[in-house]
């Protein structure tokens, strides 16, 4: 028999004790994975390569002020900018106001908005047709399949922000790499029918020419209205979506908090499977000195154990992660994050699984020791 | 004939190691669950406690939020004459026309720039709310740059004590007083007169919403659908308490991540809570035996297991719910979803959150337990003797 089928048969003798083992730290190294996974998404993650070319520039003060129309062709003067369009949040109602029928509205300038989201394609007939018509709206293909729109459809978005009532006609389906999910009009329609939107933008999406120039055209956007009347924060895209995964509060050390409770519980369940199963065995201890195994061996021989069994642990919660994640990425409105969440996964499980091998080395590290010190002598009297 | 408690109670003493491992097992679980909880109740606490049941708020037909435009100015002396209305000593209605706006201050550490809500309110604003404290000095005087700041403003920004100037909008404003809303969500607001916000953020024209105070109950629902029919008005009302409850949504995903979590630990801890008891039913063997030939029933044997294995539970309970009591009262912020402003609230020990995690504890030593407690009812006595 080798060491390592010793170790084996040892850590599946009592097989409801380590399935039972297995299956909790299982569970908490899930969560785990799974923090680590939006953590990665929220704060490692730097979107596309297009999506890192663009910055979004917002009134400084909040989101509910709105900027001046002009800002458009100012920000265009500036070197390294190839495209700026009004990328301004309708909210609104569509249907009803319940949230499996919220999506994401803005309105837009038709003639350079696909040139500026390159990810997003769309038929050149369809993009012609939207741009021909004031009244009309484009929209990501998996929500049209989502409310089975064809082009043609007529499309009622009832303001709230904007008191208009917006008769959109969808003129074209886009397709897009990333998830995406919006619908997107003209927003000349809202500046005509309302007074006080005329001439105003809620935000502007701005294309620079190279990633290299994103930091500094951002930087010359906001020197250039520092002291307007309506000055300017401007961020990568990135940036402006962290802007709202921080407004729930503390969101890092959320995570942080709950990653480590989640650690410490794995440490706990291992370290107590640990010491039932080796003060079961203070006679067998004896029994292996007396046969002459060392001390060295006998304790790599428990902390192997503890190791194999976090090990198989990990595994189990990092596999579950997987689909649990793939399940919320379907979800209708955090979904896109959660796709992210999900390509950062195999960064994560790996990491996952060290902290298993860790946590079983630690845990068992110390009753380890006490039972290879054990005397023989009083190693076989114990009566366990 | 039920076993003793003691039986169980020395039983778990005996084992002191095992014991405090599972207890604290557990008491991980719970600190999380109770921190989740103690965020939910705080939310609900700073939300929930601004309304008013006798306030009624007035905005722009289809708007949503204090922030989202205004009316024109010509509309509240129409507001003012609706029946119903309280009046303070002097007969003056009790309404107040009023603007929301953001501000950007910078926070005291220096970690980064805060919206933080501005609000202008009329003559009569401070007499519509109740339950106002003034902590430091005086409250602002009309047609004066002047603020008063909450409680929690003046820990966190730098220049808010009486007597400092702040800076926003388009110039220095002279801090006169410190106030304090009971926990509500006015605590993360800075006061000022309405004609003075307006002035400086060009809104003089019009206001952004008024605030109706009622005589009682029945008049404040008459007045949320007066405001409403009323054709020259074009406006809309609701309750303040029905305003603030729609911005408790704040915090709905902090409540889908709370039961993510709370359940993926709890199911690990029911696994680790089976095992302990598996482990003290085979030490345990021999005396579960002794204890059928003595005369106890299986009956009580699978009680006094399920019970060992809930007070093993409820300690690691206890031990949560204490760890986590220095957290109680710490404030933290989440912003507003409809403001886009910062909400500062405290994290609560509730007596509701203590009797969850008791309860939460509970269910798991119960489901934890069931299985080893009928395996060790159910074992032949002359092999357990045996062993």
């Known amino acids: ?67 001046p129309g002009f800002y458009r062709e100012k920000i265009h003067t500036i070197p390294a900018v190839v495209h700026v369009i009004p990328v301004n949040w309708f909210q ?50 998996a929500l049209a399949k989502k409310y089975g729109w064809k082009v043609g459809e007529r499309i009622v978005i009832t303001g709230d922000i904007y008191p208009i009532k917006l008769e959109l006609t969808l003129r074209g389906i886009f397709t897009s790499t990333q998830p995406n999910n919006a619908l997107y009009f003209n927003w000349k329609y809202v500046e005509e029918g309302l007074a006080f939107a005329k001439g105003h933008a809620g935000t502007f999406g701005i294309l620079v020419d190279s990633p290299q120039n994103v930091d500094r055209v951002a930087k010359a956007v906001d020197v250039m209205f520092a002291n307007a009347p309506e000055p300017t924060k401007t961020e990568t895209e990135k940036g402006f ?111 996952a699984w060290g902290v298993a091998i860790a946590s079983g080395f630690l845990s068992s590290a110390i009753p380890a020791y006490g039972a290879s010190r054990t005397g023989i002598v009083d190693g076989l009297r114990h009566i366990g | 004939m039920a076993i003793p408690i003691t039986y169980n109670v020395r039983n778990m003493i005996l084992r002191k190691g095992l014991t405090l491992m599972t207890a604290l097992g557990i008491a991980l679980t719970v600190m999380t669950a109770v921190f989740l909880m103690m965020l939910l109740a705080g939310m609900r606490k700073a939300f929930v406690s601004s309304g008013d049941p006798l306030n009624v708020l007035v905005l722009r037909k289809g708007s949503t939020s204090e922030l989202a435009g205004g009316f024109t100015k010509d509309k509240l002396p129409i507001l003012r004459e609706l029946p119903g209305i309280a009046r303070d000593s002097h007969g003056d209605p009790l309404v107040s026309g009023e603007w929301v706006v953001v ?25 519509v709310r109740r339950n106002l404290k003034l902590v430091e000095g005086q ?82 629902d008459a007045l949320v659908h007066r405001v409403a029919d009323d054709q020259r008005l074009e406006l809309e009302g609701m309750l303040e308490t029905t305003y603030y409850e729609k911005q408790t949504q704040s915090g709905a995903p902090i409540r889908f991540m709370g039961y993510i979590v709370g359940l993926t630990m709890a199911i690990g801890s029911i696994f680790a809570a089976a095992n302990t008891m598996y482990a003290a039913v085979a030490y345990r063997s021999r005396e579960i035996a002794t204890l059928r030939v003595i005369g106890f029933r299986k009956g009580s044997i699978v009680m006094s297991f399920v019970f060992e294995s809930v007070l093993l539970a409820l300690l690691g309970a206890a031990a949560g719910i204490v760890l986590m009591l220095p957290f109680n009262g710490m404030s933290t912020g989440t912003s507003n979803s409809v403001t886009f402003s910062e909400v500062v609230f405290s994290l609560r020990i509730t007596l509701g ?21 009928w395996g060790a009812a159910r074992r032949e006595i002359l092999a357990s003797l045996r062993d």
């Open chain 2, 103 to 127: 501000v950007v201050l910078p926070r005291k550490d220096g970690s980064g720039e805060v919206n933080v809500t501005l609000r202008g309110m009329g003559p009569q604003g401070l007499d």
């Open chain 1, 241 to 351: 979506q962290l802007s709202f995964i921080n407004m729930l509060g503390n969101v890092k050390a959320f995570i942080m908090v709950i990653s480590l409770a989640a650690v410490f519980t794995i440490l706990l369940v291992s370290g107590n499977t640990m010491a039932m199963s080796i003060r079961e065995r203070t006679r067998e201890v004896a029994v292996l000195k007396t046969l002459g195994f060392r001390r060295q061996t006998i304790l790599g021989l428990f902390i192997g154990e503890a190791v194999a069994i976090a090990l198989l642990g990990g595994i189990c919660g990092t596999l579950v992660a997987y689909p649990l994640l793939l399940g919320m990425s379907q979800a209708p409105q955090l979904g896109g994050l959660f796709l992210v969440a999900l390509r950062e996964w195999k960064y994560v499980a790996p990491v």
């Open chain 2, 139 to 220: 409250w602002f005087s009309s047609g004066q740059h002047e603020v008063v700041v909450s409680q929690s403003i003046h820990n966190r920004f730098s220049h808010t004590n009486v007597g400092d100037m702040l800076d926003f909008g388009k110039g220095p404003w002279k801090v006169t007083g410190i106030f304090d809303a009971g926990g509500s969500a006015y605590d993360s607001e800075i006061w000022g007169e309405v004609n003075q916000v307006a002035d400086q953020f060009n809104r003089q024209n019009a206001i952004g919403s008024a605030y109706l105070r009622a005589t009682d109950t029945v008049s404040a």
């Open chain 1, 1 to 67: 028999m080798t060491l390592a089928r010793f170790v084996r048969k040892n850590a599946f003798r009592n097989k409801r004790r380590s399935i039972l083992t297995v299956l909790s730290m299982a569970f908490s190294l899930l969560l785990l994975s799974f923090l680590m996974s939006v953590w990665r998404a929220f704060y490692i993650d730097q979107g596309s390569a297009e999506s890192a070319q663009r910055l979004i520039v917002r009134h400084k003060v909040s989101l509910a002020n709105f900027l």
């Open chain 2, 353 to 373: 959150v203590v009797g969850y995690a008791v309860l939460f504890a509970v269910v798991m030593g119960l489901i934890g337990g069931v299985a080893p407690a």
């Open chain 1, 92 to 141: 609104g109602i569509y249907r009803d106001a319940k949230p499996e029928n919220f999506f994401a509205r803005f309105g837009t300038d038709p003639d350079e908005f696909f040139d500026t989201y390159k990810e997003l394609s769309i038929p050149a007939d369809q993009l012609d047709a939207w741009r021909k018509d004031r009244a009309g709206a484009v929209a990501d293909a």
